[in-house]
């Protein structure tokens, strides 16, 4: 329930629930419940900025799991406090966290959560600029999140994908991943995502000089952010359409 709420945007409500299972949890239940809890109250904690917070809880999460011998939630633990080092931009710390949970998530055959830490460690990659090596777990992400058939993490790889082709000059196949992405998208109604897509495929087809695709990609874009309230993803595609239509072409 705290979960749904934290990906609802209900921080509050998400944070009340789960300081209330906290509390049961710690009369009632083991280490491994408990743990399970202060990752979920970590994570609500890191989707607020509040790091150190966060960092505190991930970490008692990962001690109790150790005493419990909870092999999944060391890994979930180890997860956590790589994603809270790499928003705070310690990218070596998060690499070398990642990795400790990649391994126990590889022994234990863990392919689902195993994917999120491969796109994590991808990310950490792509921004400290190793856009080679952030494909690499990419790649490896993507295979298990179609092997485990989850659309929407296949859609959101292939954008992440994109976007990296796009970094290594490569934006024939950055056209090729988005496009695939698209249907992904289309199918869990990600209208954001779709927008924030189309924008893109307009900035490539813009800087290629195929400006009847571009104007095609900002109208499509300008539709989704608009049914999506996605208000800075609609002043991107008004400026493209404004741009293209008024013949103010940004020199490449």
Do not use: C, W
């Amino acid at each position: 329930m705290g979960e749904a709420y934290a990906e609802m945007g209900l921080r509050p409500k998400a944070l009340e629930v789960l300081r209330q299972a906290l509390v049961i949890h710690r009369e009632i239940s083991g280490g491994r419940r408990i743990a399970r809890t202060l990752n979920l109250i970590g994570f609500v904690n890191r989707i607020g900025d509040k790091f150190d917070e966060a960092m505190k809880l991930h970490q008692e999460a990962l001690e109790l799991a150790k005493t419990a011998d909870d092999q999944i939630e060391i890994a979930e633990s180890f997860h956590n406090i790589a994603a809270v080092y790499a928003e705070q931009a310690n990218y070596a710390k998060a690499i070398e966290f990642y990795q400790q949970a990649r391994t126990i998530r590889t022994q234990e055959s863990d392919r689902r959560d195993l994917g999120r830490t491969l796109n994590n460690m991808g990310g950490v990659y792509y921004n400290i600029g190793d856009f080679d090596r952030a494909m690499e777990f990419y790649h490896q992400a993507l295979a298990i999140r179609r092997e485990i058939g989850d659309r929407a993490g296949v859609g959101r790889l292939l954008n992440n994908m994109a976007l990296t082709s796009r970094k290594q000059g490569k934006d024939t196949q950055a056209l090729i991943y988005f496009q695939q992405a698209i249907p992904m998208l289309e199918a869990i109604g990600d209208k954001t995502s779709i927008g924030r897509l189309l924008n893109n495929m307009g900035a490539i087809y813009e800087s290629l000089r195929q400006y009847p695709k571009a104007l095609e990609s900002y109208d499509r874009a300008l539709k989704m952010a608009r049914e999506s309230g996605d208000k800075a993803g609609e002043t991107t595609a008004m400026e493209g359409i404004k741009r293209l239509s008024s013949g103010q072409i940004v020199p490449q």
